[in-house]
């Protein structure tokens, strides 16, 4: 395999494209910016969603599932948290396709949604709508609650695995009674992450709290880890 990757210190982005070609775990699909993550590269997927799954629980979270679709309308709610990913937002006009005689299949006009939709970027806005109905009282805290799904985020330049259109992950979303309980929610899913990256993945990280500038949209704090790579930057 080595003969037919290209040399790190020639090309570090290409190498790694070619060595998860060659490893047989992705490739590029017929869809713009998409993967398909073949049957090795999946199974390893499987193993660290299996382990992560359990570390969650044992920290007492519970999973659930989401829709896929967000009304355009909770976005509108939340335009500072959106901010950071609404040039990459994937949006459902229309329900219907129909057969032209002359141009063939094409989207039905008379389909039009009364409301657009969004493929979910991210599950807060439609998550948190639907905990006003579970939150009644400080009795019903801490909500931890975690997700399994795919993603959409309309990337220009993509990389597979790294950035892509559509990806596989997890999110935690936590509700408590107070800041601090908040906080010491964030922190210890911080060392939870760490642990899995450094003792299950083999990955030294460096643990910490991103700067103003790099803050996630609408956060207050944004906690991460992040590792450095051959080639000197961090991921």
């Given amino acids: 395999m080595a003969k037919e990757l290209t040399p790190q210190a020639e090309n570090y982005s290409q ?14 699909s017929a869809v713009r910016g998409s993967m398909v993550i073949k049957p090795y590269g999946y199974a390893i997927w499987e ?6 799954d359990g570390m969650f629980k044992e920290t007492g979270h519970q999973n659930a599932y989401f829709p896929l679709f967000i009304p355009k309308s909770f976005f509108s ?3 500072s948290h959106v901010e950071g990913f609404a040039k990459e937002c994937a949006i459902v ?13 094409i989207v039905d006009p ?9 493929v979910r970027p991210t599950s807060e806005t439609i998550i948190w709508n639907t905990y006003r109905s579970w939150i009644q009282s400080y009795r019903d805290l801490p ?20 950035r892509t259109s559509e990806f596989l992950w997890q999110e935690g979303h936590t509700a408590h009674a107070t800041r601090q309980e908040a906080i010491s929610e964030a922190e210890l899913m911080l060392r939870v ?16 709290v991103k700067s103003p500038n790099e803050r996630f949209a609408g956060a207050l704090e ?3 880890i992040e590792a450095l790579m051959q080639d000197g930057k961090a991921l």
């Fill in 143 to 162: 909500l931890l609650i975690n997700q399994w799904a795919n993603v959409v985020r309309w990337e220009m330049r993509t990389r597979l695995f790294l």
């Fill in 222 to 224: 944004t906690y991460c």
């Fill in 15 to 28: 190498w790694y494209n070619d060595l998860v070609i060659k490893a047989d775990m992705a490739e590029n």
């Fill in 193 to 208: 992450y760490a642990d899995f990256a450094e003792n299950f993945m083999a990955m030294p990280v460096l643990c910490g």
């Fill in 110 to 118: 008379d389909a039009k949604l009364e409301e657009e939709l969004i």
């Fill in 47 to 52: 193993k660290m969603q299996a382990i992560l």
């Fill in 77 to 79: 709610k939340e335009a």
């Fill in 93 to 105: 006009t229309h329900y219907r396709l129909k057969n032209d005689p002359e141009k063939g299949i």
